[in-house]
């Protein structure tokens, strides 16, 4: 009799899990070069339901957890040195972690010794999310004969949500200066997002500004 009942439950618990199985289905799609893998209901077709995970090549960028299309609860954001850059909770909106990033400086319209600031982070991190719109910068003919080194600011001004309004792209050097303005009809939903920056426990307009140069020795981009 025992036996039996060990069989019977046996059965439940295979069925249980094969209509688990059967009632999800995974894909993936590429999204600006890299591969997002995705679950989804079969009862919701198009929807991401479930476990997401990004990956360049086989590095792991992002995972987390879709509802119903949304992102939900805690995210993990990865740099390209596989670290850990950012968690960001999409249920709380808080950013709960975020790497120390020292060619990011942080600008306010009026600030005061003794202030105390939370400062603005691109959702997603710097590594993936900012490299898109990094790539955004068409270098200038004037670089091509150019010589030593230019300073270049990528300019992300932000409301008192983080979302952006306005995005600039500068050129410093002996020989070339240049301020861009970026159509943001160019930009993605994502590329907005960002969380915002407190001033003595109020959220204020900021700019986040990443600051790189050009070696026109051997025409790179240091980022």
Not at 13 to 27: E, G, H, P, R
Not at 167 to 179: D, T
């Amino acid at each position: 009799m025992k036996t039996l009942a060990s069989l019977l439950l046996s059965l439940l618990c295979f069925s249980a899990f094969a209509q688990k199985s059967d009632s999800t289905t995974t894909y993936y799609r590429i999204v600006r070069g890299i591969v997002e893998h995705n679950t989804e209901l079969k009862s919701k077709k198009g929807i991401r339901n479930g476990y997401s995970e990004t990956k360049n090549g086989r590095v792991i960028v992002a995972a987390g957890y879709y509802k119903d299309g949304e992102r939900f609860g805690r995210w993990r954001f990865f740099n390209r040195k596989d670290t850990l850059e950012q968690v960001y909770n999409y249920t709380t909106k808080k950013l709960e972690y975020n790497l120390e990033n020292e060619r990011i400086s942080v600008s306010f319209d009026s600030l005061e010794i003794g202030d105390k600031v939370v400062k603005p982070a691109k959702i997603g991190g710097v590594a993936y999310p900012m490299n898109f719109l990094f790539g955004m910068f068409n270098r200038p003919y004037e670089f091509r004969n150019a010589t030593g080194k230019a300073k270049i600011d990528y300019i992300f001004s932000l409301d008192e949500n983080g979302t952006l309004l306005k995005y600039e792209i500068k050129v410093e050097s002996a020989m070339y200066n240049n301020a861009e303005t970026i159509k943001l009809s160019r930009l993605r939903p994502e590329d907005f997002l960002f969380t915002p920056a407190k001033r003595n426990g109020k959220y204020v307009k900021s700019k986040l500004i990443y600051s790189c140069e050009v070696n026109f020795d051997n025409r790179q981009i240091i980022f």
